[in-house]
């Protein structure tokens, strides 16, 4: 299944599968099916995490940025679950990081390809403090320790390659790659020794004499660096077997103990032939300054003295950083911060001076948890105080939010927490609600809290009607007009916040009206106006007269106001020509169509008054109608029957049957199947308007 939704989603990409398709794909996946425990659901949501990493980028745009916000909140309430496996919750939250980091993964800036030898030493340069000489592409000889001072003329090493980090790095013979415990040796380093491709260094068949392999000089000075150290081999090699030591005779004591070191005996100092021969250092340094890394560069105010060599990739000791001593001041208990709390609330409320209150809670340095209980401890102390101490205590609220010192989610915390006091505090306060509600209302003024989420913890009827007194103190506070605005922009579903018993449209404008709040939905009171109108008297004069004299001239540009004009027509039209009414799947007779079609005649002038030149006002309508047909099982040919009729008539223009297609709004039901249904009048129609424009082009 998954290698299947991974297919669909690369379908979507390429414009293969229609957006809505890939909505109800999504839809389906996020549904708790009925008798399917949440621990089974984690097929489906692996699978919409796949879809969602495919096409999530492309569907993500302004026009599905509702659904797309709807979608990730389920999830995220999902990835809360601890029903689910960890696996689908971890899933879960990398595909919600993912949107939130605008669909760009977290490794698509890394290089996780191969690497060339000057970045592996550059990094390794970085890590390790050490710089690594480059190889002889870049001007350094392999053979440097060989000659000079070290090796005669006459005798040459046979050097095998190492092959490992020896061969990647270049690494110079007689230095380790760093320095410390752990350090990485050469072969010809003197305090490995444990490269047995050499006779020479491990000390089998060595019968040939110092004197006779390196020459006097190179003797010399080989045996001087390294005197100390081989002192200290030479002191650890007395208990070895007799065989050893008879090959070994005659042999300087740093060949001896070449061959004879075990694991248990290795050094982990660092290498004494590290800075061999400090007159040659300076052959080291690379040919471009590039090559150093910054980490193994020498801090360029410091300089060495005069004559002495700089010490190549060994980093300086920092000066030590005297830490001054903190005392230890105890951290103030709950009670004393409740009782902090107390006293600034009394002070202000007696003084009014929101900078001293202000500097008092910044004084306390409460911790973040503490928060939800001191703004708690606030709301408490003055409910039962007038509306003046109120209104001031939600001022030093609003003031605490400005100096960034609470936020949003912890007076939405301090509200709920409470509100579960409520029962308690309902004795002595009886009207507690009502003034919990002045803080809520003030919050939303002050854009402390959104209306939207206000509204969200209040869903279903949880605390009902707390929500609509906190609309009926805003709407006291300030005035209808700006509620309405308020309310419309915060796309809150009013119905989901009643019971679920009253969740339909009439019940709902009951509740309304009765709290004194239909004035934020006026289109719902019209849509029962407007049919009884229509039923009154259906002529077009009468209907517009009566639109003009009831509708505010502000809402003739509405989508809303457009959506029931159409759906009232629709319905005076279904009772007056039923069609369905014989047999839903058959065609209706000639005088049922021939009636359907001369009431939208008569309907004709009132729609073009409002839909005429307004592109985005008719695709309003065109939805309309698929609801409509929706709720009558969809008619055979009824939807596109009125289609052809309203093309005919010249009601919807082009542009709108066209945009109605590509829309992916999901907030009507029925979009599928009215698109199969016209879905070849709307490919001629698209057709036809091309040809149109070649024509028009071609003259």
């Avoid at 045996?223 to 150290?229: D, M, P």
């Avoid at 103030?332 to 009394?346: A, G, M, Q, W």
């Avoid at 002045?438 to 707390?466: D, H, I, K, W």
Wanted: neutral net charge; charged residues 25%; aromatic residues 8%.
């Amino acid at each position: 299944m998954l290698g299947n939704i991974k297919f669909i989603g690369e379908l979507g990409k390429l414009d293969l599968i229609h957006e809505s398709i890939l909505h109800k794909c999504i839809k389906t996946l996020l549904e708790k099916k009925k008798r399917v425990q949440f621990k089974d659901m984690g097929e489906d949501l692996e699978c919409l995490c796949q879809i969602m990493r495919t096409i999530g980028p492309r569907l993500d745009h302004e026009k599905a940025k509702s659904l797309m916000d709807q979608y990730f909140a389920r999830m995220r309430s999902l990835m809360q679950n601890k029903e689910l496996p960890a696996r689908i919750r971890f899933i879960l939250q990398d595909t919600v990081e993912l949107r939130e980091h605008r669909w760009v993964p977290r490794k698509a800036f890394n290089d996780n390809g191969p690497k060339t030898i000057n970045q592996i030493r550059q990094e390794a340069g970085k890590d390790l403090g050490v710089f690594i000489p480059p190889s002889m592409a870049h001007g350094m000889r392999n053979d440097f320790f060989l000659e000079g001072p070290f090796i005669p003329p006459g005798r040459k090493f046979d050097r095998d390659p190492l092959g490992g980090l020896a061969d990647m790095f270049g690494q110079m013979p007689g230095s380790g790659i760093g320095t410390g415990p752990g350090v990485i040796q050469d072969r010809f380093s003197p305090t490995m020794g444990r490269h047995r491709s050499n006779q020479i260094f491990n000390g089998h068949g060595g019968h040939v004499t110092p004197q006779s392999q390196f020459g006097e000089m190179g003797s010399k000075s080989f045996l001087k660096s390294n005197q100390g150290q081989n002192q200290h081999y030479h002191g650890q090699n007395q208990g070895h077997s007799s065989q050893q030591t008879t090959q070994s005779k005659g042999m300087p004591p740093r060949f001896i103990k070449k061959g004879q070191i075990n694991a248990d005996e290795i050094s982990l100092r660092p290498a004494q032939s590290f800075l061999l021969n400090k007159t040659l250092v300076h052959k080291l340094q690379p040919q471009t300054p590039t090559m150093i890394p910054p980490s193994a560069q020498p801090p360029r105010t410091q300089t060495p003295p005069l004559g002495q060599p700089p010490q190549l990739g060994l980093k300086t000791n920092p000066p030590l950083i005297q830490e001054k001593p903190v005392k230890n001041k105890k951290a103030p208990s709950k009670e004393e911060l409740i009782k902090l709390t107390e006293t600034i609330l009394t002070d202000y409320l007696a003084n009014v001076n929101v900078k001293d209150a202000v500097n008092g809670v910044k004084e306390m340095r409460a911790p973040k948890p503490f928060l939800p209980e001191m703004l708690s401890k606030m709301i408490v102390q003055t409910l039962d105080r007038s509306d003046e101490d109120k209104e001031q205590a939600s001022c030093l609220i609003d003031a605490l939010r400005q100096e960034g010192l609470i936020t949003g989610e912890n007076f939405m915390q301090a509200f709920l927490n409470v509100l579960d006091q409520c029962p308690k505090l309902e004795g002595d306060i009886p009207l507690v609600k009502s003034y919990l509600a002045q803080y809520a209302a003030r919050a939303v003024m002050s854009e402390l809290v959104t209306l939207l989420e206000l509204a969200q913890p209040f869903e279903n009827g949880t605390q009902f009607p707390l929500f609509l007194l906190c609309l009926q103190q805003l709407a006291k506070l300030k005035d209808r007009e700006w509620l309405t605005d308020l309310f419309q922009l915060s796309k809150v579903n009013m119905q989901k916040m009643l019971p679920e018993i009253d969740q339909n449209k009439d019940r709902m404008l009951e509740i309304l009206e009765g709290k004194g709040l239909s004035f934020l939905f006026p289109l719902l009171k019209l849509e029962k106006e407007l049919a009884e109108q229509i039923k009154n008297d259906p002529s077009p004069q009468a209907i517009y007269k009566w639109i003009k004299d009831n509708i505010s001239p502000k809402l003739h540009t509405d989508k809303g106001f457009v959506n029931i004009l159409l759906t009232s027509f629709l319905q005076h039209i279904s009772k007056m020509a039923p069609a369905e009414s014989a047999d839903p799947t058959g065609v209706p007779s000639k005088e049922v169509l021939e009636l359907e079609k001369q009431l939208l005649l008569s309907f004709k002038p009132v729609m073009q008054k409002f839909l005429h030149d307004h592109t985005e006002l008719q695709v309003s309508a065109l939805y309309a109608l698929q609801v409509h047909c929706y709720n009558h099982n969809f008619p055979k040919g009824m939807l596109l029957r009125f289609f052809v009729n309203f093309y005919d008539m010249e009601i919807i223009e082009e542009e709108a049957f066209l945009a109605w297609k590509e829309d992916i709004s999901q907030e009507f039901p029925g979009k599928g199947k009215a698109l199969f249904q016209v879905n070849q009048w709307l490919t001629w129609l698209e057709t036809a308007e091309e040809e149109e424009s070649e024509e028009e082009e071609g003259d």
